[in-house]
């Protein structure tokens, strides 16, 4: 499969370690340079904004969708290419979801775990055959990764549910990855 977007589920928030800001820009410009088009959660805040932005400076095109009532907490950034605002959370990530051939998922909260687990779970049942790629800055996917190896060890998934994640160290292994 040949992918020509992008999506990204990031954090709303910058994080603790500007590491977490530094790779966000640096995904987003390597995106626009493989003319990839990035498709996220249309917020101009945190991370969100870090990756739009970059996309946007390096001329990239960006696919923003957004539920009605985030748009004044997540600051709905109006300038993309494409701009859509959902009634509910779901058809957000539907709309994600279905404008995108990979996801990669950088540092952030319950939302990027909620996104991740919904997209993982679709994946192990088949739903789905898309890349699923974890931005590991310094570190951050690392107790994740654990506990999936603990969820595996428990009985309580099979081993393939690991391989059906893929962590990359820097915004260029994960291009890589993607180009594969």
């Not at 589920?9 to 820009?25: E, F, H, L």
């Not at 950088?106 to 939302?111: K, Q, R, S, V």
């Not at 993982?120 to 654990?146: I, N, S, V």
Request: proline share 4%; glycine share 10%.
């Amino acid at each position: 499969m040949s992918v020509t977007s992008v999506c990204v589920y990031c954090g709303s928030r910058p994080g603790a370690r500007p590491a977490y800001a530094q790779d966000a820009a640096a995904l987003g410009r390597l995106i626009a340079n493989e003319g990839w088009r990035l498709v996220y959660g249309a917020g101009d805040v945190g991370l969100m904004g870090e990756v739009a932005r970059a996309t946007q400076t390096a001329g990239g095109e960006t696919f923003g969708v957004i539920p009605t009532h985030l748009m004044q907490a997540e600051a709905g950034k109006r300038d993309l290419t494409s701009f859509v605002v959902t009634e509910t959370m779901h058809e957000r990530k539907k709309v994600m979801f279905m404008n995108a051939d990979a996801i990669v998922v950088l540092p952030g909260g319950a939302g990027s775990l909620d996104e991740l687990f919904e997209v993982l779970t679709w994946r192990q049942l088949g739903l789905h055959d898309k890349p699923l790629l974890l931005l590991d800055t310094e570190g951050y996917w690392r107790p994740l990764l654990a506990l999936l190896d603990h969820v595996v060890a428990e009985g309580f998934a099979a081993p393939s549910l690991r391989e059906l994640v893929t962590s990359a160290a820097t915004p260029e292994e994960v291009i890589a990855l993607l180009r594969d």
